[in-house]
């Protein structure tokens, strides 16, 4: 049984034949990758990030550079949920970290039935190539396609914080597990590309709605030995979109890169 809503009228939908359907006669197709896009927008408009962005993250992930992480959100995620728990990954990208949750169920003795959304298309359907037995759809975390109510748990990293609908589809006592970039993300990048670099921001932990339980933070050393993998990395970054032609120079120039990576893992309670 589906968690999925209508974006149209709000009432459940499941599959019927190769689409979804809700009561009302509004159907969704099921892509041959099978996802399904619930995302009401007019047809030709790109959402969120492009391709090259998408394939750069995925390239840059894929080689293990964020491995450390990626270890410490599935442990995390292990340590809060049990069998028949329904997890959300809101903003799951190209699914990296989203498939890696689930081998690690896949591991165990543990079943969890698990879900993925993100307003890229081009990200959603890299996910779904992966074959990995997740249910993923092409929506917005501002306008989540999903039963109030029904996740145990929610994963958000790096995306778009909607305080009002993460609330509304967690489970009383469900927990949202958060990533975000610490302080001194990427510092030595930002030294070598910009004129004058400046720290994250880390704002305030507390959350309407919820409970902060727990912080945890990651720092590693990130390693790029290649112009093609550095590119990568600034392409999956805000910075991508805000750079200047002399920066870009600079970063163009660079042929390694030592830097640090910076993280939080947050831990909240719906209360």
Same mark, same amino acid.
């Given at each position: ?115 993925? $959304? @993100? ?8 996910? %779904?190539?992966? /074959? #990995? !037995? +997740? ?77 902060? $339980? @727990? ?8 390693? %790029?030995?290649? /112009? #093609? !993998? +550095? ?41």
């Amino acid at each position: 049984m589906s968690i999925f809503i209508c974006p149209v009228c709000r009432e459940k939908i499941n599959i019927s034949g190769k689409s979804y359907a809700c009561p009302k006669n509004h159907n969704f197709d099921i892509s041959k990758n099978g996802y399904v896009n619930l995302l009401l927008s007019k047809h030709g408009t790109v959402h969120g990030d492009n391709k090259l962005m998408i394939r750069a993250r995925r390239d840059f992930l894929e080689k293990g550079y964020y491995e450390s992480l990626c270890e410490s959100v599935c442990r995390t995620v292990s340590e809060y949920t049990q069998s028949g728990n329904i997890l959300l990954d809101a903003g799951c990208g190209e699914g990296y970290y989203t498939s890696a949750i689930k081998a690690m169920f896949d591991r165990s003795d543990i079943s969890v039935d698990m879900y993925g $959304i @993100d307003i890229s298309k081009y990200a959603v359907e890299m996910a %779904a190539k992966r /074959k #990995t !037995d +997740i249910s993923f759809a092409v929506a917005s975390v501002f306008h989540i396609p999903i039963q109030s109510g029904s996740c145990d748990i929610l994963l958000t990293m790096f995306a778009p914080y909607c305080g009002e609908e993460y609330h509304r589809v967690l489970k009383s006592g469900g927990y949202m597990i958060m990533a975000i970039p610490s302080e001194n993300h990427l510092w030595e990048f930002k030294k070598a590309v910009y004129d004058i670099p400046y720290k994250n921001e880390v704002k305030p932990y507390k959350l309407d709605g919820f409970l902060h $339980i @727990d912080t945890e933070r990651i720092n590693f050393t990130v390693k %790029a030995e290649n /112009k #093609t !993998d +550095i590119q990568n990395l600034f392409s999956m970054t805000p910075y991508y979109y805000r750079t200047g032609r002399t920066e870009q120079e600079r970063l163009n120039k660079l042929e390694y890169l030592e830097t640090e990576a910076d993280f939080e893992i947050l831990i909240y309670k719906k209360i």
